[in-house]
């Protein structure tokens, strides 16, 4: 392999690909990791390492990351010195309790500003609350937080968080956990088509094939934890998302082709055939 091969294929076709930037940070990658749900923190180190993730987020209500200094650590296993942490409010249903939560995270992190909103709507679906997600969003972003924000797949919603400050917006591509896939991805398209925030997919991927197509719609990045940790080798399947994301973004600089109603004509129909 020479070293132009191992370049990314935008540059190496002299594409311009701007990395993903959030909060004024550039990442090299667009897939976003979850650290519940595996079998042990050695399971959970290795299946991130595979996704080569730069950004790892965890469940502050459910986490240790310090509350209890005699429990295991998990920033033991995603050192804040090697992932962007983006800690998350996870189990929260309401306004308040998201906010308290961000801010336990950024006593507990010295000051860490970068969170993940997430309010949810009722325990069966999951389905953010947005009128407490809206609600939340603005009295953190106006306490200095950057504020990546889970939503619904609603176009409106989404540029409202947006002008409110929001630094990144993640619509649901179905219900948490459920790995249904991206439901309604012309909604995500008119998500992406307005947005001058990144828009991530957060939610509902279960295959890699779920992670190529929200990148290939021009979702910045996407974000799981199920469909990696409940794979049955996990650590596989998160080596198989990082090449879904990879070529997914790959598909979508280099355009796909017209779709058309009948079938293509040949360039040279009269070539090549075999005479009787």
Do not use: W
């Amino acid at each position: 392999m020479s070293i132009d091969d191992r370049q990314p294929a935008a540059q190496r076709q002299g594409v311009e690909d701007l990395p993903l930037t959030i909060a004024g940070r550039a990442y090299r990658s667009r897939l976003l990791v979850g650290t519940g749900k595996y079998r042990d923190f050695d399971e959970t180190a290795r299946a991130i390492a595979a996704s080569e993730a730069e950004i790892v987020t965890f469940a502050v209500r459910r986490a240790n990351i310090g509350q209890d200094p005699d429990a295991p650590n998990l920033l033991d296993v995603i050192s804040p010195e090697r992932y962007t942490l983006l800690p998350n409010t996870a189990g929260c249903y309401n306004a308040r309790d998201a906010v308290r939560t961000c801010q336990l995270a950024r006593e507990l992190l010295d000051g860490h500003s970068l969170v993940k909103l997430e309010v949810l709507g009722d325990e069966r679906t999951l389905y953010p609350n947005v009128v407490e997600t809206l609600k939340a969003a603005r009295e953190l972003i106006d306490d200095g937080f950057d504020v990546m924000v889970y939503t619904s797949d609603d176009p409106i919603v989404a540029a409202e968080l947006e002008s409110m400050g929001a630094c990144a917006v993640m619509p649901l591509g179905s219900l948490i956990g459920s790995g249904h896939g991206l439901l309604n991805p012309y909604n995500l398209s008119l998500i992406v088509e307005a947005a001058r925030v990144p828009v991530l997919v957060d939610a509902g991927i279960g295959t890699p094939s779920d992670a190529a197509l929200a990148m290939e719609l021009g979702c910045q990045g996407v974000l799981m934890n199920s469909a990696i940790a409940h794979a049955r080798h996990p650590v596989m399947m998160a080596n198989a998302m990082r090449k879904a994301v990879e070529a997914g973004r790959e598909a979508f600089l280099a355009g796909r082709m017209p779709r058309k109603t009948y079938a293509a004509e040949p360039s040279s129909p009269a070539e090549g055939r075999i005479q009787g």
